[in-house]
T-cell receptor, first 115, second 117 residues
């Protein structure tokens, strides 16, 4: 069972470079999420997609864009990376309306360093 | 708005000690409550959950009871092991349990647990 797959696992970028973090789930979940995790800050929601074709901003969307390519895939793009975006990024998915019962399934994360 | 507050870590215990990690919440309606665990270098995994008041979630020797009167969902384990060393996150579903629109999970900041042999 693959669950939620994130690529790449590690990345180093120079300030101003762009990149896309990929996320795919094979559980036929409706909803997908992008979080960042920083020391002492817990998890902060960047963007989410409640269903295919929709995306919404979370708590910290500035500097990011997302694309819900299809039901399986939800990508996060950094157009011009900044050192403040150095973080661990997690993708997650859920059943959507049933998430109150099942919660989220998380990927293993992408560790991004911007120098 | 809805929120989750966890006790600050790190928490350091000896093997076989009793563990309590406090979690309290603020919410309207009837949220579901969750505990997630994150082992070093990994993503978060669902540890246990409770969907209504007085429910007890349990898994791998961990327990937590949904206490509506004290708005709490404290995590407990009677005898911790070195392998329990991880970061633990409390979370609630930002959704009322009567067929409303989808809400998102709200996470606490996490509590790091270190268990020494």
């Amino acid at each position: 069972n693959a669950g939620v797959t994130q690529t790449p696992k590690f990345q180093v970028l120079k300030t101003g470079q762009s990149m896309t973090l990929q996320c795919a789930q094979d559980m036929n979940h409706n909803s997908m999420y992008w979080y960042r995790q920083d020391p002492g800050m817990g998890l902060r929601l960047i963007y989410y997609s409640a269903s295919e074709g929709t995306t919404d901003k979370g708590e910290v969307p500035n500097g990011y864009n997302v694309s819900r390519l299809n039901k399986r895939e939800f990508s996060l793009r950094l157009e011009s990376a900044a050192p403040s975006q150095t973080s661990v990024y997690f993708c997650a998915s859920s059943e959507g309306s049933a998430q109150q019962y099942y919660g989220y399934t998380f990927g293993s994360g992408t560790r991004l360093t911007v120098v | 708005g809805n929120s989750v507050t966890q006790m600050e870590g790190p928490v350091t215990l000896s093997e076989e000690a009793f563990l309590t990690i406090n979690c309290t919440y603020t919410a309207t309606g009837y949220p579901s409550l969750f505990w997630y665990v994150q082992y070093p270098g990994e993503g978060l995994q669902l540890l246990l959950k409770a969907t209504k008041a007085d429910d007890k979630g349990s898994n791998k020797g961990f327990e937590a009871t949904y206490r509506k009167e004290t708005t709490s969902f404290h995590l407990e384990k009677g005898s911790v092991q070195v392998s329990d060393s991880a970061v633990y996150f409390c979370a609630l579903s930002d959704q009322q349990n009567y067929g409303g629109s989808q809400g998102n999970l709200i996470f606490g900041k996490g509590t790091k647990l270190s268990v020494k042999p």
